[in-house]
């Protein structure tokens, strides 16, 4: 069983900074792509960035500039730095992983966390 943890969001006004965390926990051997994704009321889930064990790194449009996303390999874990945040930012973020395969050799594909809610204030 792989189960990933989110934490860091919060509410904060516009223009200020919030970094989300996002843990990976089992007997994890290796995990490939991971991500965070932001889900709106009535929206479908969006990507807004993502990374690959190797380093590529992909961002949605609308935070290129303002966000960074990182990762920990050696701790299975995911960062999403936000800064200049913006209304429209508000949401609910989750972090996925692609693939995970453990030790004992079990592989689980997209896999989610529960969720972290953020509210920028204007």
């Known amino acids: 069983q792989v189960q990933l943890v989110e934490s860091g969001g919060g509410l904060v006004q516009a223009r200020g900074s919030l970094r989300l965390s996002c843990a990976a926990s089992g007997s994890i051997f290796s995990i490939n792509a991971m991500g965070w994704y932001r889900q709106v009321v009535g929206k479908q889930r969006e990507l807004v960035a993502s990374?690959?064990?190797?380093?590529?790194?992909n961002y949605a449009d609308s935070v290129k500039g303002r966000f960074t996303i990182s990762r920990d390999n050696a701790k299975n874990t995911v960062y999403l730095q936000m800064n200049s945040l913006r209304p429209e930012d508000t949401g609910v973020y989750y972090c996925n992983a692609e693939r995970i395969a453990t030790i004992g050799g079990n592989i689980y594909r997209g896999v989610w966390g529960q969720g972290t809610l953020v509210t920028v204030s204007s």
């Open positions: 990374i690959i064990s190797g380093g590529r790194i």
